[in-house]
């Protein structure tokens, strides 16, 4: 089992984070507080968004946590290579990436074409009825997955694609930086990715902020950069899970809203995501506790698990929801709604991850023809 099977770990443990997060913004919004004020009827969800365990259904924090990881892996995986190896890994990221991404929009497009036959689930957040595409069609779908999620960092189809184009982007700068970082110094390198990111925070904080957890990945790789102390790592761990939490007129985070103002969402998650793969990195305690077989089983299908859950969602709600709601009332019924979405979307990655399976081999393929083409433009004579 590779020593780094934790990592997996720690992906599959946040991709469940992101699956309760979005259930939870259709079922129990007032948890988020995204909306307005928690009225008096839901004082049991407002008692949650005041607590400090919102950590639990923290996607964005999850997020971070992803390009974290992200940023780390790809440098580890750029180790030694020379240009050629460059070229390979910058064609062979985009498919690897699109190709799960354009599947996942044409199951979205699927569904959405077989549950506007269906009458409208009730009583649900307004975030989930603005995820409905109500005229569905093929090629937009085909579009949603292939360009505007990576190139516009948005998608119709499936709104979780936002992250794409922050991880494509991000991506093709680790792989950059990293092969600076082999053929000049580390130092040139890191203040070269630390300027990029400063260049780009004026226009989007979004995009700074994400470009900045993968030059943290990128960091911790080259320097080997890790927490000396079990206790030092436990409480990072902590303060990390606790900051992931963060959500606006929360009293448990009323202090972080009153230091950082309207950046405390943002800036929390950012901050959550780089404390919790850096404490994790550094502590084997940690580490043994995170390689079980069945957590690097959920790591590897986390990407399909992070496609899939929001078109499962939203077929679930159409068919399952009103009659779960009528049976045992509204809170059993989100309840009941939630483990279903859950077990359903690991249990479809399974099948699911034959694309994402053929996605890494394509793009394999992709990067190698590449390689060899721009190998043989160098050493083509020149006339």
């Known amino acids: 089992m590779s020593k780094l099977g934790y990592l997996d770990s720690i992906r599959g443990l946040a991709c469940i984070c992101v699956v309760l997060s979005h259930a939870s913004l259709v ?4 948890i988020h507080a995204f909306f307005g004020e928690v ?33 780390f892996v790809l440098s580890r995986s750029m180790h030694n290579k020379d ?9 062979a990221r985009y498919p690897r990436l699109m190709i799960p991404a354009l599947f996942s929009c044409l ?65 093709l700068l680790i792989y950059i930086f990293m092969y600076l970082n082999i053929r000049t110094n580390k130092t040139l390198a890191t203040s070269l990715f630390i300027a990029t990111i400063l260049l780009i925070a004026p ?28 206790w030092l790592s436990a409480s990072a761990l902590l303060l990390g899970l606790y900051l992931a939490g963060v959500h606006y007129g929360s009293n448990s985070y009323a202090w972080v809203d009153y230091l950082l103002k309207q950046r405390s969402y943002l800036a929390g998650n ?54 779960l709601n009528k049976t045992f009332g509204y809170d059993m019924a989100a309840l009941l709604m939630t483990l279903t979405v859950l077990i359903t979307t690991i249990a479809a ?5 034959f694309v994402d399976d053929y ?19 160098q050493t083509s004579p020149r006339t």
């Open 27 to 30: 079922f129990f919004p007032y």
């Open 39 to 71: 009225p008096e009827a839901n004082g049991t969800q407002a008692l949650i968004h005041n607590s400090p365990l919102t950590f639990l259904f923290s996607g964005t924090g999850a997020v971070y946590v992803f390009f974290v990881l992200s940023g």
């Open 83 to 91: 240009l050629s190896g460059l070229v390979s890994v910058v064609a």
């Open 107 to 171: 199951i979205a497009f699927i569904i959405y074409s077989f549950v506007l036959h269906i009458p409208t689930p009730q009583h649900l957040s307004p975030w989930f009825y603005n995820q409905i595409v109500s005229t569905p069609n093929f090629l937009e779908s085909l579009r949603s997955g292939s360009i505007d999620a990576f190139f516009l960092g948005k998608s119709a189809y499936n709104n979780v694609l936002w992250t794409m184009s922050i991880e494509l982007s991000g991506s």
């Open 203 to 230: 226009f989007s904080t979004k995009y700074a902020g994400g470009f900045f957890c993968f030059w943290v990945g990128f960091y911790i790789y080259i320097y080997d950069f890790k927490i000396r102390s079990f």
């Open 270 to 323: 950012i901050i959550a995501g780089i404390l919790i793969v850096w404490s994790l990195y550094s502590c084997e305690a940690f580490q043994r506790i995170l390689t079980q077989k069945w957590l690097i089983w959920l790591g590897k299908k986390s990407f399909s698990i992070y496609l899939l859950h929001m078109p499962l969602m939203i077929l679930a709600s159409y068919t399952l929801f009103d009659i």
């Open 349 to 353: 990655s399974s099948f699911f991850s």
């Open 359 to 377: 996605a890494v081999s394509f793009s394999k393929i992709t990067g190698l023809k590449a390689s060899n083409l721009f190998h043989s433009i």
